[in-house]
């Protein structure tokens, strides 16, 4: 170990003789995007490798025991977790956010191999969830303990995080440009000159990795027959509407499903219940078995009774208004199965279940068309794939993610109008309904989410403990004037001063002003008490319940120039504005590119 830290050492003053910064950061960037695309290959493998072990046995058999694989594979990640890696398993890209806001971008070692054992097993054995998210977060952590050893600063950590996130998904998707606008969209980056060239060849490093690793394998293997006819116009206003409505039910159930399962205190619990929950709608609708991609390929290609698989309604499925009740179910369910996996202990991604609700509830809106009687004919495939922008524009409010996502992996440019018609409807809605998506709900609320305002940025990136002043000499309330005089006033260098009792609770305050009148009055040095000119301060900074937001408005409504920093109840120093506004000004110009 020492030896390394010498060699890196040697590397580091190498470095800075010969290359610029400029150039290293690009340069470390690249190596981002191969290691994420690195993650990303291996997390699809050894996912794939699961399922191909599964499939000759269990799930292709002919007794159909493939539902009961979920507790399995849930009770190998709850034994992961409490044996090996012992702290709860976080949601991907929300733990990300919340590390470049509060954490500096700091991500422990943990989450680089968690996520490789975690999210293979769940979604191996059939979990309802996706592997981009935990690609992002692996690619993420290697990213953060990688720019750590090499000494990068935290804002430039910030940008290669988002070029790790940019390389997982390019790997996956093989979508170099979709990839660097979720990193836009998603981590609240700005696009600048200075950020652009390295998420370009972190995403041009990742997909070809992809490329080198798994050949020309593509996703989606369909070709857009159909191009874009203006009279289908009146139906993509009406997916995109479908999709709002679609993108807010999935919201509102993913929380609704995690507070449900937040009353069972113990693991154990959740694993059962959800493990059986998930079986059971396994049993019923199999397509909402593990990630969903062969699902959606096979609607793509028009074969809806093979996308359903075997079900208890094999006897009605020449009945198309029978298919499309079942596709229906897959959208209404498959949200449902997605948020059991997770809060019954399981790691993934919500990113592809998306695309798979998004692809059901397009396909069923065109069958709907079709067979409605009114004579309209519209093309299933190119609504099973705007279907899947839409959801991912309401959902995860990346309408350009969602548009450049489908254009690229499917080469469906062709359908450029139609998705930017659907995304948007479906965007605009959502985010009128909901202030914030599943990736940022939980971090809005702790004031702890970046954002693309840059003062809202900024006092999120501030911290508190930075702007705490504790050069205050304290006094007590039964002191007289001549005691606080002598052991206070003379050797403070402040014009306040807090009143403490025994257990250093906050009483109250003393400004110098308070006591100038009194100050020579040396017939009152005994008689006169703190508690007597004593009051209470005009406002109270509450420690790690006030987020900075709230703190500047305190200062704001207060007009204060110091105000006193109380943690249950206990002193711990003050907050001046002249400090905070100094503070606040260099994190904008450490911020701003």
Same mark, same amino acid.
């Given at each position: 170990?020492?030896?390394?830290?010498?060699?890196?050492?040697?590397?580091?003053?190498?470095?800075?003789?010969?290359?610029?910064?400029?150039?290293?950061?690009?340069?470390?960037?690249?190596?981002?995007?191969?290691?994420?695309?690195?993650?990303?290959?291996?997390?699809?493998?050894?996912?794939?490798?699961?399922?191909?072990?599964?499939?000759?046995?269990?799930?292709?058999?002919?007794?159909?025991?493939?539902?009961?694989?979920?507790?399995?594979?849930?009770?190998?990640?709850?034994?992961?977790?409490?044996?090996?890696?012992?702290?709860?398993?976080?949601?991907?890209?929300?733990?990300?956010?919340?590390?470049?806001?509060?954490?500096?971008?700091?991500?422990?070692?943990?989450?680089?191999?968690?996520?490789?054992?975690?999210?293979?097993?769940?979604?191996?054995?059939?979990?309802?969830? +996706?592997?981009?998210?935990?690609?992002?977060?692996?690619?993420?952590?290697?990213?953060?303990?990688?720019?750590?050893?090499?000494?990068?600063?935290?804002?430039?950590?910030?940008?290669?995080?988002?070029?790790?996130?940019? +390389?997982?998904?390019?790997?996956?998707?093989?979508?170099?440009?979709?990839?660097?606008?979720?990193?836009?969209?998603?981590?609240?980056?700005?696009?600048?000159?200075?950020?652009?060239?390295?998420?370009?060849?972190?995403?041009?490093?990742?997909?070809?990795?992809?490329?080198?690793?798994?050949?020309?394998?593509?996703?989606?293997?369909?070709?857009?027959?159909?191009?874009?006819?203006?009279?289908?116009?009146?139906?993509?206003?009406?997916?995109?509407?479908?999709?709002?409505?679609?993108?807010?039910?999935?919201?509102?159930?993913?929380?609704?499903?995690?507070?449900?399962?937040?009353?069972?205190?113990?693991?154990?619990?959740?694993?059962?219940?959800?493990?059986?929950?998930?079986?059971?709608?396994?049993?019923?609708?199999?397509?909402?078995?593990?990630?969903?991609?062969?699902?959606?390929?096979?609607?793509?290609?028009?074969?809806?009774?093979?996308?359903?698989?075997?079900?208890?309604?094999?006897?009605?499925?020449?009945?198309? @208004?029978?298919?499309?009740?079942?596709?229906?179910?897959?959208?209404?369910?498959?949200?449902?199965?997605?948020?059991?996996?997770?809060?019954?202990?399981?790691?993934?991604?919500?990113?592809?279940?998306?695309?798979?609700? +998004?692809?059901?509830?397009?396909?069923?809106?065109?069958?709907?068309?079709?067979?409605?009687?009114?004579?309209?004919?519209?093309?299933?495939?190119?609504?099973?794939?705007?279907?899947?922008?839409?959801?991912?524009?309401?959902?995860?409010?990346?309408?350009?993610?969602?548009?450049?996502?489908?254009?690229?992996?499917?080469?469906?440019?062709?359908?450029?109008?139609?998705?930017?018609?659907?995304?948007?409807?479906?965007?605009?809605?959502?985010?009128?309904?909901?202030?914030?998506?599943?990736?940022?709900?939980?971090?809005?609320?702790?004031?702890?989410?970046?954002?693309?305002?840059?003062?809202?940025?900024?006092?999120?990136?501030?911290?508190?403990?930075?702007?705490?002043?504790?050069?205050?000499?304290?006094?007590?309330?039964?002191?007289?004037?001549?005691?606080?005089?002598?052991?206070?006033?003379?050797?403070?260098?402040?014009?306040?001063?807090?009143?403490?009792?025994?257990?250093?609770?906050?009483?109250?305050?003393?400004?110098?002003?308070?006591?100038?009148?009194?100050?020579?009055?040396?017939?009152?040095?005994?008689?006169?008490?703190?508690?007597?000119?004593?009051?209470?301060?005009?406002?109270?900074?509450?420690?790690?319940?006030?987020?900075?937001?709230?703190?500047?408005?305190?200062?704001?409504?207060?007009?204060? @120039?110091?105000?006193?920093?109380?943690?249950?109840?206990?002193?711990?120093?003050?907050?001046?504005?002249?400090?905070?506004?100094?503070?606040?000004?260099?994190?904008?110009?450490?911020?701003?590119?």
């Amino acid at each position: 170990m020492a030896n390394t830290k010498v060699y890196i050492r040697k590397f580091l003053k190498w470095r800075y003789k010969h290359i610029s910064n400029k150039t290293f950061i690009q340069l470390v960037s690249l190596l981002i995007g191969f290691l994420a695309g690195l993650v990303a290959v291996t997390l699809k493998n050894s996912t794939y490798f699961i399922e191909s072990l599964l499939e000759n046995g269990i799930v292709s058999s002919g007794n159909q025991l493939y539902f009961i694989l979920p507790i399995v594979g849930l009770t190998l990640v709850y034994l992961y977790v409490k044996f090996v890696n012992k702290h709860p398993i976080e949601h991907a890209v929300s733990s990300i956010l919340y590390s470049l806001s509060k954490q500096k971008g700091l991500l422990s070692v943990k989450k680089i191999y968690t996520p490789l054992i975690a999210a293979p097993l769940t979604v191996g054995f059939g979990g309802s969830v +996706g592997l981009l998210g935990p690609a992002v977060k692996s690619g993420a952590a290697l990213s953060s303990n990688l720019s750590r050893l090499l000494h990068i600063d935290a804002k430039t950590r910030t940008l290669l995080i988002a070029c790790a996130s940019t +390389g997982a998904i390019a790997s996956i998707f093989q979508s170099p440009i979709a990839a660097i606008i979720f990193a836009v969209e998603v981590f609240s980056l700005d696009l600048t000159m200075l950020s652009v060239l390295p998420l370009l060849l972190a995403s041009i490093s990742g997909v070809l990795t992809s490329y080198f690793f798994l050949g020309n394998e593509v996703l989606f293997n369909h070709a857009i027959n159909e191009g874009f006819e203006l009279g289908d116009v009146p139906f993509y206003v009406i997916l995109g509407i479908g999709t709002a409505i679609a993108s807010i039910y999935f919201t509102k159930m993913y929380f609704g499903i995690l507070k449900i399962f937040k009353r069972f205190k113990s693991p154990k619990y959740k694993l059962l219940v959800g493990g059986i929950l998930i079986g059971i709608m396994l049993y019923f609708i199999p397509p909402l078995y593990g990630e969903g991609f062969g699902f959606i390929n096979e609607l793509l290609d028009g074969n809806h009774v093979k996308a359903l698989g075997k079900t208890p309604f094999d006897a009605f499925i020449d009945n198309i @208004w029978v298919v499309i009740a079942l596709l229906f179910g897959i959208t209404i369910f498959k949200a449902i199965a997605m948020t059991t996996t997770f809060a019954a202990g399981g790691a993934g991604g919500i990113f592809i279940p998306t695309m798979v609700m +998004g692809s059901a509830l397009g396909n069923v809106v065109a069958k709907v068309i079709n067979n409605i009687g009114l004579g309209f004919e519209v093309s299933e495939s190119n609504f099973t794939l705007i279907g899947m922008a839409g959801l991912i524009a309401g959902v995860i409010h990346a309408p350009l993610t969602a548009i450049f996502l489908i254009a690229e992996i499917t080469g469906g440019y062709a359908l450029f109008v139609p998705l930017m018609i659907t995304a948007s409807i479906s965007f605009l809605i959502t985010k009128n309904a909901l202030d914030y998506n599943i990736y940022t709900k939980e971090l809005a609320q702790k004031d702890a989410l970046l954002t693309h305002n840059k003062d809202q940025a900024v006092l999120t990136l501030m911290q508190l403990d930075d702007v705490i002043e504790t050069n205050f000499k304290p006094v007590n309330a039964e002191m007289t004037l001549g005691e606080m005089l002598t052991k206070s006033v003379a050797k403070s260098t402040r014009n306040i001063f807090p009143v403490l009792d025994k257990d250093e609770k906050m009483v109250g305050i003393v400004l110098l002003d308070d006591i100038r009148e009194f100050m020579f009055k040396t017939d009152l040095y005994k008689t006169l008490f703190v508690k007597d000119v004593m009051h209470a301060a005009p406002e109270y900074i509450f420690y790690k319940e006030d987020s900075m937001k709230q703190v500047m408005k305190k200062f704001q409504e207060s007009g204060a @120039w110091n105000l006193p920093v109380i943690h249950d109840g206990t002193y711990m120093g003050f907050v001046s504005k002249s400090k905070l506004l100094t503070a606040y000004r260099r994190k904008l110009i450490d911020y701003t590119p």
